[in-house]
């Protein structure tokens, strides 16, 4: 329980408090906030009026990551870090605070660094390095497989035994609400032509995939990859994704190198990162894969996680219909076995999405 108001069906309870980068009308300037309920707490402000004062020194030493425009540095700090700044606030935040004289009585503070949630503008949270998208769903790989190869082999040989994925492109990740234009490219009108000759046209077969989406919060050195058992500590935080495809534009270019165009014009993902540690209790298995794997990808815990996904198509005269229902056990491959698969080459990861 909380002493500031949550609504009950809120998404941003005391036990979620994701972080984002925020500005206002009054302070164009970005900083990082925590969402709770139907607030913002600005962290800026509440670092530097001894919001923190409370804190744990490892926590009050760091205190400049709440002046950055992104979540990079804060994100570099390490999952120990992330733990012990999400306890404090959730005990900032509790009816039962330790500390009542930090927020929750202090009303020149409460009113300087408690943002309306609806006043304040978001931005994409962290400074994206790199940008991979996974193929781990293998009921999604497998529909898509049979479009494009028919259902004789919808699954390549080598898709139990690695994590799919191609480079995406970081510079055109945006957050939610951002619009996405209908992108032109070659298609390819009849795939019956002989010569097939493609025509220049805006795609007429706009898709989306609904995925989630990790940060990274550390890197590994060139050379050196990541185990799996290590994996877990790397990730940051989730958020939720929209993968926009053409898909006729994917169909003429995607042979042999795979999708260029046809997904480079357009990513959306929320603004909120949810913290890695918000979502253990949610853990759980993925689909399951009788192939043996390589040591390398071979994990102990279940490294998926158990949440309802859903989107809801809303038209410009405000129908609702909602397109698609899922849950991320569907995935065939963890989050951990992503990282430890990305890297074993020894390839040197930044901080990134995947």
Same mark, same amino acid.
């Given at each position: 329980m909380s002493w500031l108001s949550i609504p009950s069906k809120s998404h941003f309870s005391l036990a979620n408090l994701p972080l984002g980068i925020i500005s206002t009308q009054n302070d164009a300037s970005r900083r990082p906030g925590v969402a709770i309920g139907d607030y913002v +707490?600005? +962290?800026? *402000? @509440? =670092?530097?009026? $001894? $919001? @923190? =004062? =409370?804190?744990?020194?490892?926590?009050?030493?760091? !205190?400049? *990551? @709440?002046?950055?425009?992104? !979540?990079?540095?804060f994100a570099a700090l390490g999952r120990p870090l992330h733990r012990e700044v999400r306890r404090y606030l959730q005990d900032i935040f509790s009816s039962s605070t330790k500390h009542p004289d930090i927020l929750e009585k202090n009303n020149g503070l409460r009113e300087a660094a408690l943002l309306q949630r609806c006043q304040v503008t978001n931005h994409v949270p962290l400074r994206i390095g790199d940008y991979t998208d996974f193929f781990a769903g293998k009921n999604h790989a497998y529909n898509c497989g049979v479009l494009f190869f028919g259902p004789e082999n919808p699954l390549s040989p080598n898709y139990m035994h690695l994590p799919t994925a191609y480079h995406g492109r970081a510079s055109s990740v945006v957050i939610s609400g951002t619009p996405i234009h209908r992108p032109w490219g070659q298609i390819l009108k009849d795939p019956a032509a002989s010569p097939k000759v493609p025509v220049q046209a805006p795609t007429d077969k706009l898709d989306l995939e609904l995925e989630m989406a990790m940060f990274v919060c550390g890197g590994n050195e060139m050379g050196r990859p990541v185990a799996i058992d290590r994996a877990e500590e790397l990730i940051f935080g989730y958020v939720l994704m929209i993968d926009w495809s053409a898909r006729d534009v994917q169909m003429w270019e995607s042979v042999p190198l795979g999708p260029f165009n046809a997904k480079n014009f357009g990513t959306s993902i929320s603004p909120w990162v949810v913290l890695a540690d918000a979502l253990d209790d949610l853990r759980a298995p993925g689909i399951a894969n009788d192939t043996t794997l390589l040591p390398y990808l071979q994990e102990k815990g279940r490294g998926v996680l158990d949440i309802e996904l859903e989107v809801e198509l809303i038209t410009a005269k405000g129908t609702r219909s909602v397109i698609c229902k899922t849950n991320s056990t569907n995935l065939l491959w963890s989050w951990p076995q992503m990282i430890a698969h990305h890297t074993i080459t020894g390839y040197s990861g930044r901080q990134e999405s995947g």
């Open positions: +707490l600005d +962290l800026r *402000v @509440f =670092a530097a009026h $001894g $919001g @923190f =004062a =409370a804190a744990p020194a490892q926590v009050a030493s760091k !205190l400049d *990551v @709440f002046e950055q425009p992104t !979540l990079n540095s």
